[in-house]
């Protein structure tokens, strides 16, 4: 059996609602590009558009390089690292240890059940190619043939460490969709109907290693999919019901009724899975019907696997049969296909109030909220291995949260209502607080509990039954002395730490130490600086960020502050740390042109600043993060428009979000100090050179970042040679400089940030 799947998709997406059915219990997913894994949806939420499975082993390709395994027919998965953000449509089982992943301008191959990958030489680069993979047959982990959209035809014997062009299979004036080779020498490719092509599509058969072709068959409309179930059975799917079969190994090929239920279709048929030469189970290129044929294709029955859109089914053990789709749609049946009963997916349901707190840290250790639109809040108490939904009795978004343990809780609503929980969100109650407008809340214990903003503090001691303005002075200014009223106070986010309470806004950044009784100023890092975040890690440790991107630390309260002029990346949005070492910064977008760059979601440090090492999470950005001692979390708003919409990720790393094997990236600039002078003599250009190791695929780049001091940022894109050395010319040098570099990594390998490199440049 040819265990190839491929899955005609085009570019449907949809939001998938919560899935009924309880999911295997299992341990998180990795995202496959970093070390985050899937908190929700679960196993993970990419699009799967094909699987494929040899045995109870089999592997599962989608969006953004997504490649997932499972060991155990479908049941539980686990994320593998393919080194490649670029969709992946197509996948072949060669054996439980080899597997072929391609779409977009990749091929990639592993031949030690998905632990690794290798790119095969197919385009110059990953991230452009004119023609783009339409589908690849290998016969073992060495020998196979790859198609292009346009009928190209290369083979390669050595793994794909060097490929051969052969003669091209004829496209009929359309697009090659798939290709399907019986024996080293004797292969069939089908193709489907381009937009300017009038034609049907057509069965194309080699017996001479691709070095001519033949046309074995042909349909009036275009074919997508090819398979043999036996060396003489065969099946082709096309669009409009289009259903083709070869008893004789291919050399003819006849037109099957697919007889389906009155007032259904006509379908596109995407890809067809058979367990025998007559029960076979056949995807729709919409995903939204899959059809079962029992008879060889004489007949369809229309199958409801669930609400969820499947692109893709592939049959695994006996009578058992694994279906993908979108959002990460998984589901099994073990009849067949006749039902499917067992969904492994599942969501929340969960969507983000963008404009509340982001991830909120609980008081108990492990745990952590965010809240959510329309009464809804995110809630998880095991590192986010898990999340569960809180359901509050309201229409209104949920602002802020705070849970001083498990079981107490407050909920601030985007029009000021405040209710509380003592039995960890089962049940609500609603306060009359006698406060309007409040947009941030804390609480340091399960009776203090304030009510802040936007102008003041109100404070309650009895759980939230009765609140009271807070009164008093605070000094904003020592020389000449300035003073103002708490209740006059500016104020829009909080954050507790050791039982410290920090707030900030307008009127700047101001500590409680007793619960919000009194407050007091703590100073700023620049006098006219509007704070957009703020993360201590005690009460007298911790970081800023301004409205300019501008990141500060402090390790006195704020009595003095210290830029940190090593970031470089533009599009900060918001800051949080665990301790004075360890923290991230997350990114909102920036086009870089390189699509690995352009897909970093975070920062990471663990060395308080003097590097930051890319991650990449899901490519979407602008997520909002939370750093803790115990995990750290990242939670990505749903996105639409016009072509595809995505709903809301959750993800959790326990270990910082590091790849698991460290890359290495090193810069020099040769002479470190520099006259004026000569500097301009040499036409105030510098020499970057630099080495990354290890090098994952072709044209890898790393990004070269430079800033005169007090200046703007630049940035500038290398190609690493195959030997990881690289060499840039940085124009435009006047004054002391700072030189940077980043590279992403792959999933496997880290990414990694270098320390400053300083030229210094005398008058």
Same mark, same amino acid.
């Given at each position: 059996?040819?265990l190839k799947?491929?899955?005609l998709?085009?570019g ?7 899935a ?7 341990a ?20 799967l558009?094909?699987?494929a ?5 089999g592997f599962?390709v989608?969006?953004f390089?997504?490649v997932?395994?499972?060991v ?14 670029n ?6 089982e ?16 592993s031949v ?5 990958f290798?790119?095969?030489p ?5 991230s ?8 690849f ?5 060495n020998?196979?043939y790859?198609e292009?959209d346009?009928g ?6 050595d793994g ?5 062009a052969?003669?091209?299979a ?34 194309e058969?080699?017996?001479?290693s ?17 398979t043999?179930?036996t ?11 289009t259903?083709l ?5 291919g050399?003819?090929?006849t037109?099957?009724p ?7 279709g006509?379908?596109?048929l995407?890809?067809?899975s058979c367990?025998s030469?007559?029960t076979?189970?056949?995807s729709?290129v919409d ?6 044929t ?11 696997p669930?609400s969820?859109l ?6 695994s ?5 694994v279906g993908?789709?979108?959002?990460g749609?998984?589901?099994?049946s073990?009849d ?8 492994i997916?599942?969501?929340?349901g ?12 609980g ?5 952590a909220?965010?809240p959510?639109?329309?009464?809804r809040?995110?809630?998880t108490?095991?590192?986010g291995a898990s999340?569960?939904l ?7 978004d949920?602002?802020d ?12 609503e ?7 929980t003592?039995n960890?969100?089962?049940?609500w109650?609603?306060?009359d607080?006698?406060?309007?407008g409040?947009?941030a809340?804390?609480a340091?214990s ?6 802040i903003?936007?102008?003041g ?16 002075k605070v000094?904003l200014?020592?020389?000449p ?5 708490v209740g006059?106070l500016g104020?829009a986010?909080s ?14 950044l ?15 890092p620049l ?19 301004d409205?300019?991107?501008r990141v500060?630390?402090t390790r006195?309260?704020g009595?003095?502050? !210290?830029?940190?002029e090593?970031i470089?990346?533009? =599009?900060?949005? +918001?800051l #949080?740390f665990? /301790?004075a070492?360890d *923290? %991230? ?12 760059f ?5 920062l ?7 590097t930051?090492?890319?991650e990449?999470?899901?490519?979407e950005?602008a997520?909002?993060?939370l750093? !803790? ?6 939670d990505? =708003?749903?996105? +639409?428009? #016009?072509?595809? /919409?995505?709903?809301? *990720? %959750?993800?959790a ?5 590091l ?8 810069i020099s600039i040769?002479?470190k100090?520099?006259?004026a002078k000569?500097l301009k003599k040499a036409?105030?250009k510098?020499?970057l050179?630099?080495?990354?190791s ?5 044209g890898?780049q790393v990004?070269?970042?430079w800033?005169?001091?007090g ?22 040098i006047k ?7 980043a590279?992403?990594?792959n999933?496997l ?7 400053a490199?300083?030229?210094t440049?005398?008058?």
């Amino acid at each position: 059996m040819n265990l190839k799947r491929c899955a005609l998709i085009t570019g449907v997406w949809a939001t998938m609602a919560g899935a009924a059915g309880a999911p295997a219990l299992a341990a998180p997913v990795s995202t496959g590009h970093s070390g985050w894994t899937w908190g929700d949806p679960t196993p993970q939420g990419q699009q799967l558009n094909a699987v494929a499975f040899d045995g109870a082993t089999g592997f599962a390709v989608g969006n953004f390089g997504t490649v997932v395994r499972s060991v155990d027919g479908g049941a539980t998965w686990t994320g593998l690292p393919s080194g490649t953000i670029n969709d992946l449509s197509v996948v072949q089982e060669v054996n439980p240890n080899v597997v072929i992943v391609g779409g977009g301008c990749t091929v990639r191959e592993s031949v030690n059940g998905g632990a690794s990958f290798t790119s095969m030489p197919i385009n110059p680069t990953e991230s452009s190619c004119p023609t783009n993979v339409a589908s690849f047959s290998f016969s073992d982990q060495n020998t196979g043939y790859v198609e292009l959209d346009d009928g190209t035809i290369l083979f390669t014997s050595d793994g794909g460490q060097t490929v051969q062009a052969k003669t091209s299979a004829p496209v009929n004036s359309g697009t090659a969709t798939d290709l399907d080779f019986v024996s080293p020498s004797t292969g069939f490719a089908v193709s489907g109907v381009s937009e300017s092509s009038t034609g049907g599509g057509v069965i194309e058969r080699t017996t001479d290693s691709a070095n001519s072709w033949t046309q074995v068959g042909s349909a009036s409309h275009g074919l997508n999919a090819i398979t043999f179930v036996t060396p003489t059975q065969g099946f082709a799917v096309g669009d409009n019901d289009t259903l083709l079969a070869s008893s004789d190994g291919g050399s003819t090929w006849t037109a099957q009724p697919l007889t389906l239920p009155a007032g259904s279709g006509p379908f596109n048929l995407s890809a067809i899975s058979c367990s025998s030469a007559t029960t076979c189970l056949i995807s729709t290129v919409d995903g939204k019907e899959l059809i079962r044929t029992a008879d060889g294709g004489m007949t369809g029955t229309i199958v409801n696997p669930s609400s969820q859109l499947l692109f893709d089914v592939a049959f695994s053990t006996g009578s058992n049969v694994v279906g993908v789709g979108a959002d990460g749609a998984t589901v099994l049946s073990a009849d067949g296909g006749q039902t499917f009963p067992n969904v492994i997916s599942s969501d929340l349901g969960f969507d983000l109030n963008t404009s509340g707190a982001g991830i909120l840290a609980g008081g108990v250790a492990g745990s952590a909220y965010i809240p959510g639109a329309s009464g809804r809040i995110a809630a998880t108490t095991n590192d986010g291995a898990s999340w569960s939904l809180l359901r509050v009795p309201t229409t209104n978004d949920v602002s802020d949260v705070a849970f001083p343990t498990t079981s107490d809780g407050f909920e601030l609503e985007s029009d000021g209502t405040l209710r509380t929980t003592t039995n960890a969100g089962v049940s609500w109650a609603s306060q009359d607080t006698g406060v309007s407008g409040a947009v941030a809340l804390a609480a340091t214990s399960p009776e203090n509990v304030l009510l802040i903003g936007p102008r003041g503090v109100n404070r309650s001691t009895d759980g939230g039954s009765s609140f009271s303005s807070v009164s008093g002075k605070v000094v904003l200014a020592a020389k000449p002395k300035r003073t103002t009223t708490v209740g006059k106070l500016g104020l829009a986010n909080s954050q507790t730490v050791g039982g410290t309470v920090l707030a900030w806004g307008r009127s700047g950044l101001f500590e409680s130490t007793n619960g919000g009784g009194a407050w007091k100023l703590t100073p700023g890092p620049l006098p006219k600086g509007h704070l957009v975040s703020v993360s201590f890690v005690s009460p007298s440790t911790g970081y800023a960020m301004d409205n300019s991107e501008r990141v500060f630390f402090t390790r006195n309260r704020g009595r003095k502050w !210290t830029q940190l002029e090593t970031i470089g990346w533009p =599009a900060l949005t +918001s800051l #949080s740390f665990s /301790s004075a070492s360890d *923290g %991230l910064v997350a990114l909102s977008g920036y086009d870089f042109d390189n699509p690995d760059f352009n897909s970093v979601d975070v920062l990471a440090t663990t060395n308080g600043g003097k590097t930051w090492q890319p991650e990449v999470i899901d490519g979407e950005q602008a997520g909002t993060i939370l750093a !803790t001692p115990a995990a750290d979390y990242y939670d990505e =708003a749903g996105q +639409s428009n #016009s072509d595809y /919409s995505l709903q809301e *990720g %959750l993800f959790a790393t326990t270990g910082g979000g590091l790849s698991p094997d460290p890359s290495t990236l090193t810069i020099s600039i040769g002479a470190k100090k520099l006259s004026a002078k000569k500097l301009k003599k040499a036409g105030d250009k510098v020499t970057l050179t630099g080495t990354l190791s290890p090098v994952t695929s072709v044209g890898e780049q790393v990004l070269v970042m430079w800033q005169t001091v007090g200046k703007s940022w630049h940035h500038q894109l290398v190609t690493v040679a195959s030997s990881g050395a690289f060499t840039d010319v940085v124009h435009g040098i006047k004054a002391t400089t700072d030189f940077f570099a980043a590279s992403v990594g792959n999933g496997l390998y880290a990414g990694v940030g270098t320390p400053a490199t300083v030229l210094t440049v005398k008058k």
